[in-house]
């Protein structure tokens, strides 16, 4: 359909599409690949954490058009999500303590 | 204002510009979209406090963490294949992202009834991604014997999370399949092109609305991504 008369808003090709929702099946894939062949340890984390980001940053920037947008609304996106990194890091503290914590009474009282 | 988007500048200065401008921070964004982003970006923190709540639970639990790979597997023809539901599940909701995608598209480019056709597609792959996850959880109460307060693998708190997490998911999944509907029926009726006023908010509406409602449901396969990840994977 040859529809190009009062466009404002540009429409990209179907092979983008096609081509993030195949990559997504491949990411997909190789992290099921991660549990099916029982990789253990750093290598089952860093490849589960690639895999992740990896899915996550083709979602937010081609199927959610984050990559079109301009930067005022991508900077308002993006910059409130480093709390989150922050507060891993404070809870990572505070579980550690509560396993020491608990390990601790759970001998003494034993 | 008023002139177009590229006689502005962009990246950095970009940014400055706009926000400087004393008067619409966002160009051109329409305002539901840009309320669908903060609420997505206020769901992210609700989703991130499950997880984080999930990281802390599991790291400071002195009993053993039950092994997700072996609690999630599925017998095929007798031999056990871990994760396969999950894996199915995720391969669904993807594809349901991907027809999204393509219904947005066709959406800007006016198509009526290829929009229709894909918000309707999108719409059965989440009912049947809801769908597997109902069999799951069946599966896991009734056979399994799993409960939040104790399951028979390892840890108590391994089923609180797991009914919290999946099943705040799964509530999202649900309501984006409603709304999907609503829109495919919207779209096939016409209403973005006749200017018909809504049934509820009285307003007339456009082909933004259909990427709104893309933005929604990419956010809830994005979701699933991290889910898949810490709950399942790690």
């Known amino acids: 359909m040859a529809q190009e008369k009062q466009q404002e808003v540009k429409t990209h090709k179907l092979g983008v599409y096609m081509w993030i929702w195949g990559l997504l099946f491949v990411f997909s894939f190789f992290s099921y690949m991660v549990d099916y062949l029982n990789f253990e340890g750093l290598l089952r984390w860093t490849l589960i954490v690639f895999f992740m980001f990896s899915k996550a940053a083709l979602i937010m920037a081609i199927f959610m058009h984050l990559f079109w947008e301009r930067w005022a609304i991508v900077n308002v996106l993006l910059w409130p999500m480093s709390f989150i990194l922050v507060f891993i890091g404070i809870m990572v503290a505070e579980s550690e303590y509560t396993f020491f914590t608990r390990l601790f009474y759970f001998i003494v009282e034993t | 204002m008023a002139d177009t988007l590229d006689k502005l500048p962009k990246g950095i200065h970009g940014l400055t510009h706009d926000w400087s401008s004393d008067q619409t921070a966002f160009k051109k964004v329409p305002w539901g979209k840009a309320m669908m982003w903060i609420f997505l970006l206020s769901d992210t923190f609700i989703f991130s406090c499950f997880l984080i709540s999930l990281m802390t639970a599991r790291a400071s639990t002195t009993a053993e963490w039950p092994n997700a790979s072996e609690v999630f597997g599925l017998s095929v023809f007798g031999t056990s294949v ?100 609503i829109m495919a029926r919207k779209t096939w009726r016409g209403d973005f092109d006749t200017g018909q006023r809504g049934f509820f908010t009285s307003m007339k509406s ?29």
């Open chain 2, 82 to 181: 871990p994760l396969l539901l999950i894996a199915i599940m995720t391969f669904v909701l993807i594809s349901s992202s991907g027809t999204m995608a393509i219904a947005v598209k066709y959406g800007y480019e006016k198509n009526r009834k290829l929009c229709a056709l894909f918000l309707l597609l999108t719409a059965i792959g989440g009912a049947t991604f809801v769908g597997m996850q109902a069999f799951e959880w069946t599966k896991l109460i009734v056979h399994e014997g799993i409960r939040p307060w104790a399951n028979p693998f390892g840890a108590a708190q391994f089923g609180s999370f797991f009914f919290m997490v999946t099943g705040f998911h799964g509530t999202h999944v649900s309501i984006g399949v409603i709304f999907l509907l």
């Open chain 2, 206 to 234: 456009n082909y933004e609305a259909i990427e709104i409602m893309g933005l929604y449901w990419h956010f809830v396969d994005l979701v699933w991504v991290f889910i898949f990840a810490f709950f399942y994977l790690w």
